[in-house]
């Protein structure tokens, strides 16, 4: 037993002596980082919106999600059963910079409107220059990228009587 126990001593004072001695040689990654926005990403790698919309009759935006340090999204819109007849139906994402103003971001994207559709597409944030700066195109109505919320406004030319939607969005 005491041969036993003088082992197990003589074991752990070898383990924590040689972790003292390894310490002063292990270092802390290096981080390659810039001020580019590409370069952040959200606390748990992603951001999950699922808001429902049911759409009758007029055009309708969903409310705005938080979306700070994000560079893409995953969206896909699910129609459940429709009534009525939707033509020529789009969904253009719209970002803020300050909760208040929404600027579209990109083009809108062209949507079909029928029972049990399924539109899914994607959003990407341009990626900068390998060197210099990019300085986009000033614009009152378009961002460069992604601002601190995102929202997305529906509009179609004509409107059936109800179209209930499941939205996913995925943000990283």
């Not at 009587?161 to 939205?167: G, K």
């Amino acid at each position: 037993m005491r041969t036993l126990r003088n082992t197990l001593v003589i074991s752990l004072s070898l383990a924590i002596g040689a972790v003292v001695l390894m310490l002063p040689t292990l270092r802390l990654p290096q981080v390659m980082a810039d001020a580019y926005s590409s370069h952040r990403f959200p606390a748990f790698g992603y951001i999950v919106d699922n808001p429902v919309l049911s759409i009758a009759a007029t055009g309708i935006s969903t409310s705005p999600t938080s979306v700070t340090g994000v560079t893409t999204a995953h969206i896909a819109w699910v129609f459940g059963t429709i009534s009525g007849t939707y033509s020529s139906c789009t969904v253009q994402a719209k970002t803020s910079y300050d909760g208040v103003n929404f600027l579209n971001l990109g083009s809108a994207a062209s949507v079909s409107v029928s029972s049990n559709a399924i539109n899914a597409w994607d959003i990407y944030q341009q990626a900068p220059v390998t060197t210099g700066v990019t300085t986009t195109s000033v614009s009152g109505t378009a961002a460069p990228g992604f601002g601190q919320y995102i929202e997305y406004a529906f509009a179609c030319s004509s409107y059936g009587t109800n179209a209930p939607v499941t939205i996913t969005a995925i943000y990283k």
